[in-house]
């Protein structure tokens, strides 16, 4: 396993070859949202997903539609959606079926469940397909991991992972991955006693989300996992990010800061990571297309990477 000191100077060159890390990521700004490669699946993804929280989970009103959102997105060149049944009751993957029943073949489509019964977990697969309005996912993935969890039960034949394996046998998805943002020691041994796809996770400048980087980085880079990031901006109203409140109402899942910085730095920052993709929950087409901009430029450079960390430490 790589050592914690060597992986965190590896961190430090990626972050300061930001602009040769982009170019060799995706090519020039003119061909789009950078792309890499999804662990070892042989599947690259745009680096910016749009996220299945935020707006994407929200009813439509005479100001707002979901859907306009998710096809902007594909407009823009972001390639990646993700979603889960627990957004909203089922809301967001409704809002996103209205698009994937025409767009199905132009993104890489990911849901999760949040069972963990091999029943359970079968019921709420077939539920999310009928709202995602399409037979089948790219990647499905065991919701929320705590810290509490019993790992050993979810490959039991009664449970989720068992049932994940076969809808993939029965190609009704292509890969499977586990997130969870709650212990990052739980996510390591998770993908240490399981063969993940892919790892969603959380990383951004907050000390509290330091562990994550620390220890989760570096054995799915070492087990070359594909690495999705959430709570880019905090999670919950993005407390990190300018313009946002500060607070979160003391919510224990949601990241707050005595110091804000502007959203496009949170993106870059967290692309000068070695993950895949950064999954981010946006609010309106204006707020997508600033993000889409973000994500096509290039990495920051080491110090900009420590001034965000202090200002959020």
Do not use: W
């Amino acid at each position: 396993m790589m050592e914690r000191r060597e992986f965190l100077g590896s961190l430090a060159a990626v972050a300061a070859g930001g602009g040769l890390c982009h170019t060799a990521l995706g090519g020039e700004v003119a061909q789009g949202i950078p792309k890499r490669m999804l662990g070892k699946t042989g599947v690259e993804v745009t680096r910016l997903a749009l996220g299945g929280v935020v707006g994407m989970k929200r009813i439509r009103t005479k100001d707002f539609d979901p859907a306009e959102l998710a096809n902007a997105a594909i407009d823009a060149g972001i390639h990646y959606f993700d979603t889960a049944p627990a957004y909203d009751n089922g809301q967001s993957e409704k809002n996103y079926g209205e698009v994937i029943a025409r767009r199905r073949n132009e993104v890489f489509l990911a849901t999760k469940t949040g069972d963990r019964t091999y029943d359970g977990a079968m019921r709420s697969v077939e539920a999310s397909l009928k709202r995602l309005r399409t037979d089948h996912v790219d990647l499905l993935q065991i919701h929320g991991l705590s810290a509490k969890e019993d790992l050993a039960r979810l490959a039991r034949p009664s449970g989720v992972l068992t049932a994940l394996q076969k809808l993939r046998d029965q190609k009704v998805t292509r890969f499977i991955g586990v997130t969870g943002h709650d212990n990052a020691d739980v996510m390591v041994r998770a993908i240490e006693m399981y063969e993940f796809d892919t790892i969603l996770t959380t990383f951004n400048p907050t000390a509290k989300r330091r562990p994550f980087v620390e220890k989760v980085l570096p054995v799915a880079s070492e087990k070359k996992i594909g690495i999705l990031c959430m709570k880019v901006m905090g999670g919950g109203v993005g407390s990190l990010a300018k313009g946002n409140p500060i607070k979160n109402d003391g919510a224990s899942n949601h990241d707050e800061t005595p110091g804000q910085a502007e959203g496009e730095m949170l993106i870059r920052y967290v692309l000068g990571l070695p993950i895949t993709v950064a999954i981010v929950g946006m609010a309106s087409v204006e707020q997508m297309k600033a993000n889409v901009r973000a994500a096509m430029a290039p990495l920051l450079k080491d110090s900009e990477r420590k001034k965000l960390e202090e200002l959020m430490g």
